[in-house]
C-alpha cells in the first residue's frame, strides 16, 4: 500500500498547455503538485523552445477554449491581448474556405490569435504562483514507477535532460501521476486494465489533425473535466477515481476527434476503416450544410457553434437546422473548375 502524506502528492509531466492547466486543478486538491518538464522554460517572456517545436505555427485559441481558461484563470485574456494577441470574427475576419468559395461576412464565433509562445508564457505565469505547484524544468521523465501488488502507479522515474544514461535518475514517487507530454508515439488504449493513480491528457492522449486548431481547446475542456471529477475528492480518492476520470477528460476530446475524422473521410486518400451508415450520411450533408452556410446566417451560426466546441455536431442535425440545409441543397457543393490542376497549373494558365 502506498504510503503518503496527508494531503498527498501530485506529478504532472509536460508543463506545455495541457499539463499547465491540469497542475493548476490538482493544485485545489493536493498539498505539491510537481511539474516535470525536460525544457528549460523561458524566462524573460514568450520564446521558442524545442519541446514544443508546433508553436512555430500561428495558433488560433477557438472562444469555447478562451472561455474555459478565462473562468480557470480570471484575467487572462486581457493578459493575453496585452502581450499582443487579437480576437478574431470567424469566419469575417478570416479566409474561411466553404466548398465553393471563401466565407462572407457570416455570423460565427470568436477566434484569439496569438503565437503560442504568448499563450503558454501567459498561461505559465498565472498558473505558477500557486505555490503549491513546484516547477522541475530540465528533467525528464523516464517512466512510469508500479505499485506493489499490481496496485496501480506509484510514480514516475525521472533524469536531469541531456545525461546520456540512467546514472543521475531517481524516483519521484507520488498518489497521482498525469501524463501531459504531448505528441509522443505511446498507445495508452492498448492497456487491458486502467492502473490506480494515473491519467493522461491534452496530445499526450489523443492528437487531430492541427488545421482544425482544436487542440488547445481540448486541453482546455480536458482540465474543465478534470476539476469536476476530483472536486469533492481526497487525493485517496482521486487515486481510485483515476479510471473514471480518464475516461471523462478522454470524452472531451470526441467532438474534436469527429470533426477531424469526418473531415480526413472526405479525402479518397484516406487510409483505415470504411465509415459506417451514420458517416457516410454525415458525409453528404455536410457540403450541403457548409455551402449554406455561406448564404444562411443560421446555418453559419451553428455551424461555428459545432467548430468552435461551443456545440455538438448532433445540434447540426436538429429539424429547424436539417429543414435549412434542403432549402439550400440546389446550391454548388464543389467549385465549377478545379483549383489545383494536377500539374500544379492554375486553371487559366492552361494554355
Ligand atoms: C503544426 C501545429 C499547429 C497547431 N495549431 C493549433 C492551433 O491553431 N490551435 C490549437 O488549439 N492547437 C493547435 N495545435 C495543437 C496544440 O499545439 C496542442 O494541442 C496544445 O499545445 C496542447 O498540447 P499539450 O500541452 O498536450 O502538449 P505540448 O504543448 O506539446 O506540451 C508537451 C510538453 O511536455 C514536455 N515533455 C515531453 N516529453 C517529456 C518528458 N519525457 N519529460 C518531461 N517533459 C516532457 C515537452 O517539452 C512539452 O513542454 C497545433 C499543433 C501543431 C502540431
Given at each position: 500500500m502506498i504510503r503518503s502524506s496527508a494531503d498527498g502528492h501530485a506529478v504532472v509531466v509536460g508543463a506545455g498547455l495541457a499539463g499547465l492547466l491540469s497542475a493548476q486543478v490538482l493544485a485545489r486538491r493536493f498539498a505539491r503538485v510537481t511539474l516535470v518538464e525536460r525544457d528549460r522554460l523561458p524566462q524573460s517572456g514568450p520564446a521558442f523552445r524545442p519541446g514544443v517545436p508546433q508553436s512555430r505555427h500561428?495558433?488560433?485559441?477557438?472562444?469555447?477554449?478562451?472561455?474555459?481558461?478565462?473562468?480557470?484563470?480570471?484575467?487572462?485574456?486581457?493578459?493575453?491581448?496585452?502581450?499582443?494577441?487579437?480576437?478574431?470574427?470567424?469566419?469575417?475576419?478570416?479566409?474561411?474556405?466553404?466548398?465553393?468559395?471563401?466565407?462572407?461576412?457570416m455570423p460565427g464565433t470568436t477566434l484569439l490569435a496569438g503565437s503560442r509562445e504568448l499563450i503558454e508564457w501567459t498561461v505559465r505565469q498565472q498558473v505558477l504562483r500557486e505555490k503549491r505547484i513546484e516547477p522541475r524544468t530540465g528533467t525528464e521523465a523516464i517512466g512510469l514507477?508500479?505499485?506493489?501488488?499490481?496496485?496501480?502507479?506509484?510514480?514516475?522515474?525521472?533524469?536531469?535532460?541531456?545525461?546520456?544514461?540512467?546514472?543521475?535518475?531517481?524516483?519521484?514517487?507520488?498518489?497521482?501521476?498525469?501524463?501531459?507530454?504531448?505528441?509522443t508515439w505511446r498507445h495508452y488504449e492498448r492497456l487491458r486494465r486502467w492502473p490506480d493513480g494515473f491519467v493522461v491528457l491534452g496530445d499526450a492522449s489523443c492528437r487531430f489533425n492541427p488545421v482544425y486548431g482544436h487542440g488547445m481547446t481540448v486541453a482546455a475542456l480536458a482540465a474543465h473535466s478534470l476539476a469536476q471529477e476530483t472536486e469533492g475528492r481526497d487525493h485517496h480518492g482521486i487515486r481510485r477515481a483515476a479510471r473514471r476520470i480518464q475516461r471523462r477528460t478522454a470524452a472531451s476530446a470526441s467532438t474534436a476527434l469527429g470533426i477531424a475524422l469526418g473531415g480526413d473521410l472526405r479525402s479518397p486518400d484516406t487510409e483505415g476503416p470504411q465509415p459506417g451508415r451514420f458517416a457516410t450520411v454525415l458525409q453528404r450533408y455536410m457540403p450541403h450544410l457548409l455551402a449554406g452556410a455561406n448564404k444562411d446566417p443560421v446555418l453559419s451560426h451553428a455551424l461555428f457553434d459545432v467548430l468552435s466546441l461551443n456545440a455538438t455536431p448532433s445540434t447540426l442535425f436538429a429539424p429547424s437546422t436539417v429543414i435549412r440545409v434542403l432549402g439550400k441543397w440546389r446550391l454548388p457543393t464543389a467549385p465549377a473548375t478545379e483549383p489545383y490542376p494536377p500539374n500544379g497549373h492554375s486553371a487559366r494558365a492552361q494554355p
Open positions: 500561428v495558433h488560433l485559441l477557438w472562444s469555447r477554449g478562451l472561455d474555459l481558461i478565462e473562468s480557470q484563470l480570471p484575467g487572462i485574456t486581457d493578459d493575453l491581448l496585452a502581450g499582443g494577441a487579437r480576437l478574431l470574427r470567424a469566419p469575417t475576419d478570416l479566409h474561411w474556405p466553404s466548398p465553393v468559395d471563401w466565407f462572407g461576412p514507477l508500479a505499485a506493489p501488488g499490481d496496485a496501480g502507479v506509484r510514480g514516475i522515474g525521472v533524469r536531469p535532460r541531456g545525461t546520456p544514461n540512467d546514472d543521475r535518475a531517481e524516483q519521484l514517487t507520488a498518489d497521482f501521476v498525469l501524463d501531459a507530454s504531448g505528441r
